[in-house]
């Protein structure tokens, strides 16, 4: 840390420069005064600073926080390893760049589990930009790491079809009515990893990335809880993972929540597949807790000073 | 005429797929009907953007405040709308070579991707990103412990903010049988277990209850549509 | 001049200072984009595939002067402008201004327009002209188009016309033929979600809530596990009395649905918790945006790892 300070001087230089205004303020205008009639925008750039300063020490220094997998993360895990080869995984990437913070090490940990496994990968989802998502996480994992696995044989990229959750309707029943061609206009008639696929029940799961409407809970409504044979994993937002838990375990085995469950999931998937040097795409979410930490002190700080300086005026009003 | 048959269609396409559900000879109507929808929902994009060149291309005629900027809306609109429908810098499927339209309208750098890589990207995502800055100001602004309620909702929050973290691990890591054997019987309250319990029990049960309560409103509200008494779909006339 | 109004153009001299001399007078640079030029078809065309700083330097020192790892200036002033446009939109936080209001408007613009072009390609050209002239798409668009998903189907002709009918709602005149399109989305919708909600949020969750009060796993009573169970129920059912308003909450109603509440406040309370976490994770992966992909002050991924100074820093 000493060294980090001393040959990052200018980036600690620049952060107390900034703060210098705010301290002087505190100086001139007294602590519970300045507190009370803090503009936001001090705040915004305590935020900033604490997100941005662990994000450029792990990034230059490479050191992350030891993850500890739950139970959660273990089951989804589990449900995935329990397949054997050439078993059929639908990989339903439902989310667009506003959630790839989140959802993208999820994605990357999916696939690369997935081709591990020598799973048989079908992509779809029911995001209009979900398709740019899918083609960035094959050319990162599979393209890159997995040059043997061949498009229309290992996998397939069936693309988007709008509708929400009448797509999960129909393709639950019959999946070839609504995607005649993969993503790329080539006819499912020929893909051969297509032959004999003729709904989704014939997945042995579905593991779905879902950053909010539609995602997991169509999933489970439309597909899991009306045919219980088929199995579903998820990772969802921060936003969306708590209100999934009543779905837990029975319509929805494994559910990795926000980046912490990216974090654990991509743990597991490293001590069991990667080795002691895996490469740092892997590590994606494990980076993101760095500044996670310290946001959510400084959340946590905040809220304890307003507390603070809210019980002392609740009692000098009382007096 | 111009409201019993909306009426009539409304209920046929719900009851449709509700007897789908339950009769499998029925299943395929179901399946066409869902059809229909999805590319109803594709069509709605279309209604969604001509709606939204129409409004900004009044905002221009009528000079409102700030039509420079419904300008600059239907310029990009115009020009991602032309370079996806047209292919700009698209190449041929290598399958098909002699198909100048087989390739993949979203084909890595044809212009719709350069937009869709360089400008739809950055912006939503900065967007998205603002949230956090917002929801760190209205923490310290509005999260007050004025009663037993808002303590609990705060107490929660603080172990879920912890135990999520290793700040959580490392608060509580001395709850350890190594350190003394009686711990054992309190490992639990290591900040990362609470949160898992608090998210494995008093979570599921709240939100479990909410959607109970919110999945009687939606069948109530469903059937009102698809009987006829709720009729806000069609508007005045 | 207002002194705020100097303390910004002078930071912001500062900033652009300080860029010009990390783009033009530093050993490594930033900000650049590099391809790696890839023939397709027999040499027809050129597929231009992502590379790194690292791949240009390789493939340099193997053979100087190569054409296969070069500098893409189409995608580093591409590069420029995400970098812009997230500076723009991040404007916004120290009050509303004119760069972000452009910013605002080109994704506004740019978004419902990519959303019409997916819905044009990705489904109403293999869905429904795909399905009503199947040898015209064929010809046209889907060369690979095969097989009895090639076969017309007539019944698509109602979408067809119902598309139609629903578009007419940007005609001035006529606007209530829209409302038969309307009509049937509306009811679709709630057929599809009556039968959702009723199975999967009603009666699966009461299911779900019917647990076992003494948990005996393998002829030995689990205390614990026997106390979640227990929880739980009793947290379910004193949350569903606080939401029947039917009833007077006063007495044991009333105490129940206090209990309810508690519970409930307790749900809120992880719902911020994670809502924060999600909200700390997008922030984050723009900020990696600007320091890896941009400024290249970091790089954690190893992708100009021949030009990184240990420990990192300006250069």
Known sequence: MIEFIVTQWWLVAIVIASLIPLAMRFVSGGLLETLRTLDRRWIFLLLLWSVLIPIYFIGVTGRTFPEVPSVLARATFDEIDRLSPGDSVLMAFDYDPASEGELGPMATAFVRHAAEKKLKMYFMTLWPIGPQMIDSTIAKVITADFPELAYGRDYVNLGYKSGYEAVIKVIVTNLRELYTTDSRGTGVQEIPMMEGITNIQQMKLIVNVSAGYPGTKEWVQYAVTPFPQVRLVAGATGVQAPLLYPY??????????????????????????????????????????????????????????????????SRGKKR | MKRTVPLLITSAGGFVLIVAYFIPFTQNWGELAAIWFDILAAVAFILGGGNLLKTHLKRMSDRVRGWGYSGIVVVSFLVTLFVGLAKVGVNPSPQFTDFAWSGQYRQMGGAFWYLFQYAFTPLTATMFSLLAFYIASAAFRAFR??????????????????????????????????????????????????????MSVFNTAGNRAIMIGIALGIISTSLKILLGIDRFYLGKD | MRRENAVWIALLLVGAAALLWRSAFTTEGMGREYVRAVPVANGQWTQYDPATYSDYQRAEAAAPGQAEYQFSLPRTLGLWLAAFFTLAIFSFLFGDNPIYKVAEAVLVGVSAAYWMVIGFWDVLVPNLVGKIWPAVVQAWAMPGLSGPEAEPSPSYIVALVLSVMLLWRLAPKGGWIARWPLAFIIGTTAGLRLIGFLHGDF??????????????????????????????????????????????????????????????????????????????????????????????????????????LTGGGLG
């Open chain 2, 145 to 198: 412990a004025k009663n037993l309620e808002a303590s609990l909702l705060l107490g929660t929050a603080f172990i879920i903010l912890l135990g999520r973290t290793f700040a959580g691990v490392a608060l509580t890591s001395w709850i350890d049988p190594a350190v003394w054997d009686g711990f054992a019987y309190f490992t639990g309250l290591r900040l990362e277990n609470l949160t898992v319990y608090i």
């Open chain 3, 203 to 308: 009666l699966v969750q009461i299911r779900n809530t019917i647990l076992p009060l003494a948990v005996i796993e393998g002829g030995v009573f689990d205390p614990w596990a026997s106390v979640q169970n227990v929880l739980i129920v009793v947290s379910v059912l004193c949350c569903l009395v606080y939401f029947f308003f039917s009833f007077e909450h006063k007495g044991v109603v009333g105490a129940t649905a206090k209990v309810g509440i508690w519970i409930l406040m307790i749900t809120f309370g992880a719902a911020f918790g994670y809502t924060v976490m999600g909200r700390i994770a997008l922030l984050a992966i723009r900020l990696e945006f600007l320091l890896d992909d941009w400024l290249w002050l970091i790089d954690p991924t190893g992708r100009r790892m021949a030009a990184l």
């Open chain 1, 248 to 313: 837990v375990p029975r319509q929805l085995p494994g559910l990795l929540g926000a980046i912490k469950g990216a974090a654990e999931y991509e743990k597991l998937v490293v001590d069991a597949y990667l080795g002691a040097n895996p490469h740092p795409k892997y590590l994606e979410a494990l980076r993101r807790m760095g500044p996670q930490l310290v946001a959510h002190l400084l959340i946590i700080a905040l809220i304890v000073v307003a507390n603070v300086v809210f019980v002392i005026d």
